[in-house]
């Protein structure tokens, strides 16, 4: 096999393997996280008098979330909220929102 | 360079293994034609997402009216606390932002064999996938009192936001100290399960402030309330005492229009203002084009996609379906199917895998008082066992106690709502 199409193949599978875990996590990260714009609003920023989500930094977020659904943080719904999440699908939300810059 | 067909075939497999993971790895076919009608809570936000999420894809919403008016928060008119210009929005941005082709006519046919949508200006769209979000019908046949037009400008339900609304507060304005203002619920499920008994506050914060020797009687058809029940029966009694009486098991099945009279199974109840809300079913539309599968009332669909389970080709959102499990006929709910429909219709346009796993949220907020509020909150998963969406244990939940925090909140919540519908 000469070099070109070694590197032809590398870059096509590369380019697959990119994607392929990106394009689902990201359509699965966005499902989600379109479960909380009807509050926070579309893209997570709101229209005001609850919090914008949009770019924060991921870790604030899980941190903020994990600690909502601990009882740690004090709130009126977002416990109720985060106890219906598990820890991967808080992941992929502030991820997704943590984007929204 | 070149590349062996056989070694292209090799890495195409793996192409092929993705694309069954619900993965397009090749361009986005290009568009499809999406109609969906209802631009309410369910469709207006079906339309922005789908355009919003794949641009590529036409969409057209078909409402009738001119204007959003929210039926949420609208109790809060009978208050005085809102005004209906407060609950009201545009469709002008789902189209200049958008992209979304509105139509403001009226659907008289839907034909599931051709996809063609038909209106009453003679307004014919093709579709692919056609979203249908129509809300409720009031079913007044039930009640035998209320079969003429002039019964029912005066029995108002004020139960879809608008003149009603404005109408009910003349009623209650007008009406004298010492009056009694009473409401008839029918039985579940109904459009909005708290919605009656908030609108019970709102009428007697309103009484305690403007004619307190007044009454307010709840004629509930339920065995007992059925959003809130702790939270509702405490403040009626602790901030409106000796005001609010609650009924149940209080079938309304007549009434008198021309004397405000109730008429329940074994009792007469007159009021000086008798407002009703009549039992309901999913709207004309739906009925008319076969997509009822239960009771007669409401459309069976597959949680995964909101795909009726009985047409093909046609999605439901919002209060026409039939709902799952400790799933409220609310707008925040219509709103949340819609997105998970969104991203169905846009993978079955492109052929590709419906998300298996699905998540809704509910918020429903209450005012008891001018500022005060309650909210009872769930989070739904899709069980593949059950094939139906399922509360997840130990998340949702209501308030410990009316505060006016989540009153700033509730008003918060219409306005990113709202906006995330037509904004």
Known sequence: MNIDRLVALAVLGWAMLAAWPAQAADNTARSLAATCTGCHGTNGVSAGGIPTIAGLEQARIVTLLQEFRDGKRPSTVMQQHAKGYTDEQIELIAAWFAARK | ?423
């Not at chain 2, 008003?411 to 904004?423: K, Q, S, T, V």
């Open chain 2, 1 to 423: 360079m070149s590349i062996s067909r056989r070694e292209f075939l090799k890495w195409s497999s793996a192409a092929g293994a993705s694309a069954a993971a619900g993965v397009s790895l090749r361009a986005r076919a290009a568009g499809g034609r999406v109609v969906v009608i209802g631009g309410g809570f369910g469709g207006a936000t079906a339309a922005k997402y789908i355009s919003m999420w794949a641009p590529e894809v036409r969409v057209t919403l078909i409402e009738r009216n001119r204007e959003f008016i929210s039926c949420p928060l609208s109790n809060r008119v009978l208050a005085g606390q809102m005004t209906l210009q407060d609950l009201t929005r545009g469709y002008g941005a789902l189209s200049a932002k958008y992209g979304v082709d509105v139509l403001h006519e009226e659907v008289t046919q839907i034909d599931p064999e051709r996809r063609i949508v038909e209106t009453t200006r003679g307004t014919s769209v093709g579709y692919d996938r056609l979203i249908v979000s129509p809300g409720i019908d009031l079913l007044f046949d039930e009640i035998p009192g209320l079969n003429s037009a002039e019964a029912r400008a005066k029995i108002l339900h004020a139960w879809k936001a608008g003149p009603q609304t404005i109408a009910l507060r003349k009623q209650l304005e007008a009406m004298p100290d010492g009056g009694v203002y009473a409401i008839c619920i029918p039985k579940a499920p109904y459009r909005c399960p708290p919605g009656p008994y908030e609108r019970a506050c709102q009428v007697a914060w309103y009484f305690k402030n403007a004619k307190p020797k007044s009454k307010v009687l709840i004629l509930d058809a339920n065995e007992k309330v059925i959003s809130k029940e702790g939270l509702f029966t405490k403040a009626w009694k602790e901030m409106y005492p000796g005001m609010v009486e609650y009924r149940p098991n209080s079938t309304l099945v007549d009434v008198d229009a021309s004397s405000n009279t109730a008429k329940l199974e074994f009792e007469d109840v007159k009021a000086d203002v008798l407002n009703v809300v009549p039992p309901q079913r999913a709207a004309d539309i739906a009925m008319k084009t076969g997509l009822i599968t239960a009771n007669n009332k409401w459309c069976g669909v597959d949680y995964r996609s909101f795909e009726s389970t009985v047409r093909n080709n046609i999605h439901v959102l919002g209060d026409a379906i039939v709902a799952a499990p400790l799933m409220p006929k609310s707008g925040h709910m219509a709103n949340q199917h819609a997105k998970v429909c969104a991203a169905a219709v846009i993978e079955l346009l492109d052929g590709g895998q419906v998300n298996p796993n699905p998540m809704l949220t509910n918020t429903c907020y209450s005012f008891v008082s001018a500022k005060d509020v309650i909210h009872v909150a769930s989070v739904h998963k899709y069980d593949p066992e059950k094939k139906t969406l399922v509360t997840v244990q130990g998340a949702g939940g209501v308030s410990s106690a009316p505060n006016e925090m989540e009153g700033s909140f509730a008003e918060a919540w219409g306005r990113n709502i709202w906006a995330d519908m037509l904004g």
